[in-house]
Structure formats: structure tokens, C-alpha cells
């Protein structure tokens, strides 16, 4: 599943640069998350590093982009593979 910054993001900046992926961005008005390139860390951490250092507990499992650990490990493999 990836992840979803909701609306109580404070746009402090501290998620953008945790995302081995490049998975953050700012948005219009706060931070998002590309599901097609978040894979909760996997492959990368233990934990997901963005939910890790924010302050605000505004990252959540995004219900819209449900996946398996092996689909987060297969996306992984994909998303390392583009950037290699």
C-alpha cells in the first residue's frame, strides 16, 4: 500500500529528503506522495522513513493504493531498476 500525506500537513520539510525513492514532492498547497513510485521503503528500510520523521503523524496507509509486501517489493525492483 502506499502512503498519503493528508491535509494536516504543516510543510515543514522534513519528508521530501527521507524518500529513497523520490516519492515526495510539493504539491499546490502540501506535500504528496506518487504511489507509482512509494513502496513504504521497502526494500530500502525497515520502516517507512517519511512516517518516521514527521511531526505531525499526517502520513498515512493510502486505502486507494492497496499492495502486498511483495507487490512494495516488486515495485522496488522497478522503480530502482529506472533510476539505476
Known sequence: MAL????????CDVCEPECPNGAISQGEE?????PKLCTE??????????VEVCPVDCI???PNHQES???L??????VTKQSA
Not at 498519503?4 to 510543510?11: F, K, R, S, V
Not at 521503503?41 to 517519511?50: A, F, I, K, P
Not at 517489493?73 to 522497478?78: C, L, P, T, V
Open 4 to 11: 498519503y500525506i493528508t491535509d494536516e500537513c504543516i510543510n
Open 30 to 34: 502540501i506535500y504528496v506522495i506518487n
Open 41 to 50: 521503503c521497502v526494500g530500502h528500510y525497515d520502516t517507512s522513513q517519511c
Open 60 to 62: 498515512i496507509s493510502d
Open 69 to 71: 509486501q511483495e507487490e
Open 73 to 78: 517489493m516488486q515495485k522496488y525492483i522497478q
